[in-house]
């Protein structure tokens, strides 16, 4: 699942890439102390992970913003696993770069190192967009871009049980969402199709109206009455064979599964995805919202290193504003049929639609970006929910466990609540 595992990328680079704290541009020199001090030209560095069409987008940012503004340097550096770790000991070296790429679900644990930022909410598309690069009531990152989750649906599946495809606006409940998959699902064994992918227990916590943790972040609610009973949902539709287990799926490519026509529905869609469902022409396929309240969705931000000053923190500023709200920066979000995410001002929103025929339903990311909910920024957030996953995937059918979700999942909620108030 994209949207959590953004920086448990292969490990591929050496001490010396840990230790380096604004990588090279092409053809340019490491530089240290980038944030600002000696030597301040305004020539800034920017710092960010991703794959190779993410880092695609975010060095056509850097090079726009250079044509933008003539004489101004922008040295990207790439992080290609290991990044918050990497920006981590680059922040403690002194060394971090001017600009760098955060997400809304790992700000709490670096807000102290950011420069504070003034955000005007009104210049997005909906305003959860720059809430959630809030923390303790303050801007310490802005976005430039959000990665709401769809739900592709196999239209032949949908044609051969004699179902009426679901609204391309409107999202279905969670008990039609199951009625629809029960119908779709059929066969037995290695050529079982099930009625939906396997579901990721948080996305379909939020869809059902509930939080992996409360809205402030004090407390861990993933194991209430609401989470008990999502739980309790997911485990029922693997129970029945509508969706297939963690067990089932493992070290496999459930994207490949859509293709050979073994998903009625897919229901972990981000903006990711388009490149490689680009590629399906069979079975049909088209977008819709994912049911209930949707998953959680993801907000990238750009934060400033809070050493920096003089020239370097005015272009630094000039830039994270080029990149959150000039139409040219964000259609430069969407590489060929590859997007890092959906742009979130008005004037460039229906770039993503355009890649693809209009039957795709592309839109359905416009729909999902004006409706999207956010979760709290936690410090220590990637301990705390791991350890508390830790306990879910080992003891419970979520998993591979087998204990009863109620009898599990509410002392695990203790521990995470206890773990977030050390």
């Given amino acids: 699942m994209k949207l959590f595992n953004r ?54 940012i850097a090079a726009a913003f250079e044509k933008a503004n003539p004489g101004t340097k922008v040295t990207t550096n790439w992080i290609q696993a290991d990044y918050e770790q990497k920006i981590q000991t680059s922040i403690a070296a002194g060394t971090q770069s001017t ?15 950011f420069a504070e930022q003034q955000v005007d909410p ?18 310490y990152a802005t976005p430039f871009t959000a990665k709401p989750k769809v739900m592709a649906i196999n239209v032949d599946a949908f044609k051969a049980a004699g179902l009426p495809l679901p609204s391309a606006t409107t999202p279905l409940s969670l008990e ?65 064979k509508y969706a297939p287990t963690s067990l089932d799926i493992d070290g496999q490519d459930q994207a490949q599964w859509f293709a050979a026509g073994r998903l009625g529905t897919f229901s972990d869609f981000g903006p990711w995805t388009v490149a490689d469902f680009a590629k399906i022409s069979k079975p049909n396929w088209t977008l819709v919202p994912v049911p209930g309240k949707g998953f959680p969705m993801e907000v990238g931000g750009l934060a400033i290193a809070k050493n920096a000053s003089g020239k370097k923190a005015e272009t630094a500023k000039k830039f994270v504003e080029f990149a959150s709200t000039n139409v040219d920066a964000q259609n430069q979000l969407i590489q060929g049929n590859t997007a890092l ?16 025929p209009a039957d795709r ?14 979760s709290p920024s936690v410090p220590r957030e990637a ?10 995937t080992s003891y419970t059918p979520l998993g591979s466990g087998k204990d009863d979700v109620a009898k599990i999942l509410p002392g695990l909620n203790d521990k995470c609540t206890a773990a977030l108030k050390k």
């Fill in 7 to 60: 920086h448990l990328l292969p490990v591929g680079a050496g001490l010396a890439a840990l230790l380096l704290a604004a990588g090279c541009a092409s053809g340019s020199a490491p530089a240290a102390n980038n944030a600002g001090g000696a030597g301040d030209n305004g020539d800034i560095t920017f710092s960010f992970w991703g794959t190779n069409s993410e880092a695609a987008s975010l060095k056509a």
């Fill in 99 to 113: 600009v760098m790429e955060i997400s809304n679900t790992s700000l709490a644990g670096f807000a102290p190192s």
């Fill in 122 to 139: 009104g210049k997005f598309v909906q305003p959860n967009i720059s809430e959630a690069l809030k923390y303790d009531g303050k801007y």
């Fill in 176 to 240: 039609e969402f199951k009625a629809v998959v029960a119908k779709l699902s059929h066969g037995e064994g290695k050529t079982r199709v099930f009625g939906t992918s396997n579901l990721w227990f948080k996305g379909w916590l939020t869809a059902a109206g509930g939080g992996f943790y409360n809205a402030d972040a004090t407390a861990c609610t993933f194991g209430d009455a609401q989470g008990v009973k999502t739980a309790q949902y997911v485990v029922d539709m693997q129970k029945d």
């Fill in 341 to 356: 995410g959906v742009p979130i001002i008005a004037e460039a929103t229906g770039t993503l639609e355009k890649i693809l």
């Fill in 361 to 374: 339903n592309l839109a359905a990311f416009t729909t999902a970006l004006k409706t999207g909910l956010v």
């Fill in 383 to 392: 301990q705390i929910s791991g350890d508390a996953d830790k306990g879910i």
